[in-house]
């Protein structure tokens, strides 16, 4: 698998002098898996970016797989430039809910007065799937969904194509409630989906100075992170969803933090950043 970072900024796009090293875009990744298959994870501003590179090399099938429909998440979906052509078959993934459809969850957003057309308008073909809790196949890969701790449905999600394995679990607060380093694994929020994985890309948007104030907000903080990684025993871990408040000064001193804490090489802890590219 190839990853492509096209937003890593957390809850608002924060553009600017402070953050031109690790971008101010929203979350967005690219995967593209060994058969050449695409998966977009979750639609933020990055969105944007990625579909004017996908118009240059477009492709008939994009699955994207929305953790869960914050604003921040989902934002980039209308400027996605694969939506407005009637070549591209779309398929939708995310967190199910009990109240109404994920089409009509994300119609809410493609809608005046919050966007200036209706989700009928798109001309993509587009289809909506629920993420099932558990496994499933997209192209040659295996995807495990499960939910999550954070506020609102989320989900986190796992792919393992190839004998390689990827965890997403960003806006992700897997503290909440217990002491990481006392819980038992089965108790543990995403634990199934980080476990093992050579790549874990993980939010890490709090110091534990901020976190003391934002407890329940749905987020990580340093020591957390480097709790959890331990726990799950990853490989390398990239540290996601930056505050949109933090500088790139200020996300380097959080990753000296988290090296520290979850005692490892430094080469095996990054810090996400708009146009990064990885393999797993």
Request: aromatic letters at 8%.
């Amino acid at each position: 698998m190839r990853v492509t970072v096209w937003g890593c900024r957390g809850s608002i796009a924060s553009p600017g002098a402070d953050t031109v090293r690790y971008g101010g875009n929203t979350s967005c990744l690219e995967v593209r898996l060994s058969d050449g298959s695409l998966i977009v994870l979750d639609a933020g501003t990055g969105a944007r970016p990625l579909g004017l590179a996908l118009e240059e090399n477009p492709v008939e099938r994009i699955d994207l797989l929305l953790t869960h429909l914050h604003l921040d998440h989902i934002e980039g979906l209308g400027a996605f430039e694969p939506i407005w052509n009637r070549k591209t078959e779309l398929h939708i993934w995310g967190p199910s809910s009990p109240v109404a459809s994920l089409r009509e969850r994300i119609a809410m957003y493609f809608s005046p007065p919050l966007f200036p057309v209706y989700l009928p308008d798109v001309l993509a073909r587009v289809e909506f799937h629920d993420a099932p809790e558990g496994d499933w196949v997209l192209g040659d890969a295996r995807v495990t969904s499960h939910q999550i701790m954070h506020q609102g449905s989320t989900v986190g999600y796992r792919i393992e194509d190839s004998g390689r394995t990827l965890a997403y679990l960003t806006d992700h607060e897997p503290a909440l409630g217990g002491d990481l380093a006392e819980m038992s694994d089965e108790w543990i929020s995403g634990y199934e989906i980080a476990r093992g994985a050579d790549v874990l890309v993980h939010d890490c948007q709090y110091t534990p100075e901020e976190y003391a104030e934002r407890v329940g907000f749905g987020h990580s903080s340093t020591e957390h992170v480097a709790m959890f990684a331990r726990r799950t025993d990853v490989g390398r871990l990239v540290l996601f969803h930056h505050d949109p408040m933090h500088t790139d000064d200020e996300l380097d001193a959080i990753r000296e933090r988290v090296i520290d804490r979850f005692g490892v090489d430094g080469e095996r802890v990054a810090l996400a950043a708009d146009g990064m590219s990885f393999e797993v």
